[in-house]
């Protein structure tokens, strides 16, 4: 009898064992499962926050091009190529500059003045009116190439000779309270005028300007071209000239700058 009542007793405690360790088993899997889906949640979260970062740098992005575009639409450089496609523009002028031109927009005869800014303006803008004019373009068609030559009114060097840099000969004269040095390079004919009462040195200028001329390439006349410089330029008015012909056409610049007379006509190439 003893031993029938101990084999159940057994079996009984044997069941209640395994369904323990079940369920112990099962509270684990469960644990894990919810660890997965934390991490899974929290890659998830990341991924969106670096989409909603990347989409902010590219609307930023966008902006900056818009603004960027902008500027361009605005730049003078744009604006009168646009208008004169045909014509090869002066384009080294300035950081910012506006500009005025000629009425009649013929590609042929125009005249473009140039203007100190301090933003961005449209050509021919009326801001510009009354402000001063620190450079100017012209370029003018004549019926044949004698008629072109003569406008560019060459004055042959001739005075005292004096020795200038880079193996040049100028030649020096007084007239009127100034004292001019003349030279010949190519078919350029080059003038400089100092004035005497400022004790302005022509000879040592007009070395300044054959020192720059060895690196700064300017358009070549066909036949005839002029340049009168002055030793100390009048910021008022575009004083300093250069003027040169290619057939029947006249092209002709103005800077109060003679340096940067010289590099608006070599940014014309």
Request: hydrophobic share 30%.
């Amino acid at each position: 009898m003893k031993k029938k009542l101990i084999f159940p007793m057994v079996l009984s405690l044997l069941v209640a064992v395994s369904l323990v360790g079940c369920g112990g088993k099962k509270a684990d899997d469960s644990s894990s499962l919810n660890t997965e889906e934390s991490t899974t949640s929290q890659k998830s979260s990341t991924s969106k926050s670096k989409e909603s970062g990347s989409s902010t740098k590219s609307e930023e992005s966008s902006t900056t091009a818009s603004s960027s575009s902008a500027k361009e639409e605005l730049s003078t450089d744009k604006q009168l190529k646009k208008m004169f496609p045909r014509v090869a523009l002066p384009t080294n002028i300035a950081n910012l500059y506006g500009a005025k031109t000629s009425a009649v927009q013929d590609s042929d005869n125009l005249t473009i003045s140039y203007y100190v800014v301090d933003s961005p303006v449209s050509v021919n803008d009326k801001s510009l009116d009354g402000l001063p004019v620190f450079a100017s373009y012209e370029k003018k068609t004549y019926g044949t190439t004698e008629q072109a030559i003569t406008a560019v009114n060459q004055v042959d060097p001739s005075g005292v000779p004096v020795s200038l840099s880079h193996g040049f000969t100028g030649y020096k004269q007084g007239a009127a309270g100034s004292t001019y040095v003349a030279w010949r390079e190519g078919n350029w004919a080059i003038s400089v005028r100092g004035t005497n009462q400022n004790n302005e040195d022509a000879v040592g200028f007009s070395n300044e300007v054959i020192n720059q001329l060895e690196s700064t390439f300017l358009p070549p006349p066909e036949l005839v071209g002029q340049m009168n410089l002055f030793v100390s330029s009048d910021n008022s008015s575009p004083q300093n000239m250069l003027i040169y012909q290619v057939g029947n056409v006249v092209y002709t610049m103005r800077n109060t700058s003679v340096r940067e007379l010289l590099n608006m006509a070599a940014s014309t190439n």
